[in-house]
């Protein structure tokens, strides 16, 4: 039964309706909850919309195994730079460095004015700050287990059809 899980016809939908639930969480935590995400929350996302992208296309390639392995080896990839982009983010949090320039505010803006009313438009949100948290565990912890895992899990797919 657990070898199912790691046909590859099957592993291209388990990591792809995976990504599309932490992504879905995470926008939920965003419009639903009304918590607004920093900067490294939103570089996390990008990963996993990647992932769905990878594992859309393995679907459509399921009967080239070439290319099917190959989209596998790049979702092992991108999934490596998402624990990595979470483990910097956590890193952060835990006040061990800083984080990027980016941190702390959106801001864009060409005039004064348009300073002033951006400021006074957006919230503040400080990559350096836990904003929710379960079991002691933040959302940047959350999200390296699941990026390692689904790398992890991927990983064996690649190694198991070599």
């Not at 939920?28 to 992208?53: D, V």
């Not at 864009?108 to 400080?126: F, G, H, M, W, Y």
Request: include cysteine; proline fraction near 2%; charged fraction near 10%.
């Amino acid at each position: 039964m657990i070898t199912v899980f790691f046909q590859a016809n099957i592993a291209n939908y388990l990591i792809g309706v995976v990504s599309c639930l932490v992504l879905a969480t995470a926008y939920a935590f965003e419009y639903l909850a009304n918590l607004q995400p920093c900067i490294l929350c939103l570089y996390q996302r990008i990963p996993y919309a990647i992932a769905i992208g990878l594992m859309l296309l393995a679907v459509i390639l399921r009967k080239h195994s070439q290319a099917n392995l190959l989209l596998f080896i790049a979702a092992s990839v991108v999934f490596a730079i998402g624990s990595a982009i979470a483990v910097f983010h956590i890193g952060v949090e835990q006040q061990l460095w800083q984080g990027t320039p980016e941190c702390g505010n959106f801001i864009n803006t060409t005039s004064v004015e348009a300073l002033r009313k951006q400021l006074l438009a957006q919230p503040i949100v400080r990559c350096d700050e836990v904003a929710w948290s379960l079991f002691g565990i933040s959302m940047a912890g959350y999200n390296f287990l699941i990026s390692t895992s689904l790398l992890l899990y991927s990983s064996v797919i690649v190694f198991k059809r070599n």
